[in-house]
């Protein structure tokens, strides 16, 4: 009888200390539970931080791409136009410059070709590019005393020019290099008798060397042939 009370007894015992355990256990879930939400909490607000500061970031940036939009309409257009035309400016200019460069070319063609025909005709003509003309000739005037038993006559060389060109000049020289002449530089000055110098001999001369000095200091040089300009009758009786 005894035994069945201690067996009861213990059994009430049992269920006492479970009834008080219970709520202790719960409790316990309840507090693991809440520290695990707390991070979670914290980790969402964080995130949202992050998400403004993002969202702050982007806006930002797509301001500054409208504001770059705006000045390169308001600002770079009229200069890229700007520049557009004073490119095509430069074009052009350019194309006016190859003109005259080809004209220029055609005129220095066409003056080279005058000099070489001159040359060849040994007229004595010279044509500067500022297209002034000098034209060097020569005349015999025969005389009636003798020398040897040849005829004597008065040979003139002299400018021929116009008026602007000869007034433009201020002296010519006549440079003779032959061993018969004591004298070989004569020089004229008087545009009236348009630069005329005069020796009196038997023969003519078949290279003169002429310059020409104008008032600006400037001096030109002519090979001149006194016998092709007298005439082909000439060309046979050089002194």
């Given at each position: 009888m005894s035994r069945e009370v201690e067996s009861a007894s213990m059994t009430s015992l049992?269920?006492?200390?479970?009834?008080?355990?219970?709520?202790?256990?719960?409790?316990?879930?309840?507090?693991?539970?809440?520290?695990?939400?707390?991070?979670?909490?914290?980790?969402?607000?964080?995130?949202?931080?992050?998400?403004?500061?993002?969202?702050?970031?982007?806006?930002?940036?797509?301001?500054?791409?409208?504001?770059?939009?705006?000045?390169?309409?308001?600002?770079?257009?009229?200069?890229?136009?700007?520049?557009?035309?004073?490119?095509?400016?430069?074009?052009?200019?350019?194309?006016?410059?190859?003109?005259?460069?080809?004209?220029l070319a055609a005129l220095q063609a066409k003056y080279d070709g005058l000099q070489a025909g001159i040359k060849d005709l040994g007229s004595g003509v010279h044509i500067t590019p500022a297209q002034e003309v000098y034209e060097v000739r020569a005349f015999a005037q025969p005389l009636l005393a003798k020398t040897g038993g040849g005829d004597r006559y008065r040979f003139t060389v002299y400018v021929n020019a116009a008026p602007a060109v000869s007034n433009d000049i201020a002296s010519v020289r006549y440079h003779i290099d032959h061993p018969s002449f004591t004298i070989q530089d004569y020089v004229a000055t008087d545009p009236g008798a348009k630069f005329a110098r005069s020796y009196v001999g038997w023969g003519c001369l078949d290279s003169v060397q002429v310059y020409i000095k104008t008032k600006a200091g400037q001096e030109r040089e002519i090979e001149f042939n006194m016998c092709a300009s007298l005439g082909p009758d000439w060309n046979a009786n050089p002194v």
């Open positions: 049992r269920h006492s200390m479970s009834s008080l355990a219970m709520p202790f256990g719960e409790a316990m879930e309840s507090a693991e539970a809440s520290d695990s939400v707390e991070p979670i909490e914290q980790s969402l607000r964080a995130l949202r931080r992050h998400s403004l500061l993002s969202l702050a970031v982007v806006l930002a940036g797509a301001a500054f791409l409208a504001y770059s939009v705006y000045y390169s309409a308001s600002r770079l257009r009229p200069l890229e136009q700007e520049v557009a035309k004073r490119t095509a400016e430069l074009t052009s200019v350019s194309g006016q410059i190859e003109a005259k460069r080809r004209e």
